[in-house]
């Protein structure tokens, strides 16, 4: 019997997906995986026992990774399963940005009781009025699953898109529209764009990406949108923008002390997974990965460790070793297999950063003083007998 635990609400329709196998416990210290949203995981203690923690989402910067890489659980998020409600929420923020849409919402409210309500908006209307999207440029930094998608979309709007992302992954290649301009620097986009999104993770090389240098060599009256982490931009800088007339408007999905209630500032509640279709996809993503890795083994979209895949075990035994990815620590699981006389049948090790992961198929299963024989090398994490 495997046990999950969930910080947050995670969607039914992947809950249902664990099976009879599976058990929801409370205790986090019980758990062999936790499913997470938005809890902030920094200040927690891992036990033993964890295995896997799996974001319902795409940002992991509740995640402690690095912490959770050092103790040999994997962390894994869900690309792209929310990318769509993410997208639909920068076109709303464009199309709010464009014209006061909200100020002519709130005057329709005000006027409620106006018996003449119909005349006098043909009058106030004016003072709401704004531009298209259409034939503006659109600058989009972060190719990932949410930029490629709002590049693409923004050409059926009849925008002229850029988008920038060093990183590009070549399915995001593939995706994106051959309409995008794709750009070499980040410079180009503060350069010529009237609109400029952010979609990146946030990093040390990210945070605070959008800050007073970039923004003035922006373009007077751009419109900046950020639904992927308020830190990624120097909020300062943009109020800053905001006040001199630099900066249109600036549309976040991240309340905080700094934006809220500013003029120019059009702030939503971290709306943008916030859909049934978003939080039903984030959360099969998420118990499908765990229970890959889990019941075989498998890792696919984890943060921390690299993506390893054997399918399913036909072998006698399956092994998983955890390690750190230095030199000749592969070793550390060979020697002892050979001489217990267990042959390997089929293995895969990958490494990412400073860390590296093996399955092994083996013709037979494998006692424990063999087992503990691997653990014992000090280069070695975690091993776990999966079959
Ligand atoms: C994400 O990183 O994908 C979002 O923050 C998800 C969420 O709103 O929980």
């Not at 026992?49 to 992991?60: F, H, N, P, Q, T």
């Not at 959770?68 to 709010?96: D, Y």
Request: aromatic letters at 6%.
């Amino acid at each position: 019997m495997y046990k999950y635990s969930c910080l947050n609400p995670i969607a039914q329709v992947g809950l249902d997906n664990f099976t009879t196998d599976y058990r929801q416990v409370d205790d986090v210290n019980d758990a062999d995986a936790i499913l997470v949203r938005s809890a902030g995981m920094h200040d927690m203690e891992f036990s033993d026992k964890l295995l896997a923690i799996a974001r319902a989402g795409a940002g992991v910067n509740n995640i402690p990774i690095d912490k959770c890489a050092e103790q040999g659980i994997v962390a894994f998020n869900t690309p792209g399963a929310n990318a769509n409600a993410v997208k639909e929420l920068v076109f709303a923020g464009m199309l709010l940005a464009s014209r006061d849409i909200i100020g002519g919402i709130r005057w329709c409210e005000d006027n409620a009781s106006d018996e003449n309500i119909a005349k006098a908006a043909e009058k106030a209307k004016k003072q709401f009025a704004g531009t298209e999207l259409a034939g503006k440029k659109l600058g989009v930094i972060g190719l990932g699953a949410i930029g490629v998608r709002v590049a693409n979309a923004a050409t059926n709007f009849g925008m002229e898109v850029y988008g920038y992302d060093p990183y590009i992954s070549v399915k995001a290649a593939w995706n994106l529209s051959r309409a995008v301009k794709h750009i070499g620097n980040a410079e180009d986009i503060y350069r010529n764009c009237d609109f400029i999104t952010i979609h990146v993770p946030l990093m040390d090389a990210t945070r605070k990406m959008i800050n007073r240098d970039a923004i003035h060599m922006m373009k007077r009256g751009v419109i900046i949108l950020n639904f992927a982490r308020d830190v990624l931009v120097d909020e300062e800088a943009v109020l800053n923008g905001l006040h001199s007339g630099k900066i249109r408007k600036y549309v976040t999905d991240f309340a905080n002390p700094t934006t809220v209630g500013q003029e120019g500032v059009i702030l939503t509640p971290h709306l943008g997974a916030s859909t049934e279709e978003a939080e039903d996809n984030c959360a099969v993503m998420a118990v499908d990965e765990i229970r890959d890795y889990i019941e075989n083994g498998n890792i696919k979209n984890s943060v921390n460790y690299p993506n390893c895949d054997l399918g399913e075990c036909h072998t006698a035994g399956r092994i998983a070793v955890i390690h750190k990815n230095k030199k000749g620590v592969i070793s550390a699981y060979t020697t002892p297999l050979g001489d217990a006389d267990i042959n390997i049948a089929d293995m895969s090790n990958k490494s990412k950063g400073d860390y590296a992961y093996a399955l092994l198929d083996l013709d037979s299963a494998v006692p424990d003083d063999v087992i503990k024989r691997i653990e014992e090398n000090p280069n070695v994490i975690k091993v776990r007998v999966i079959k």
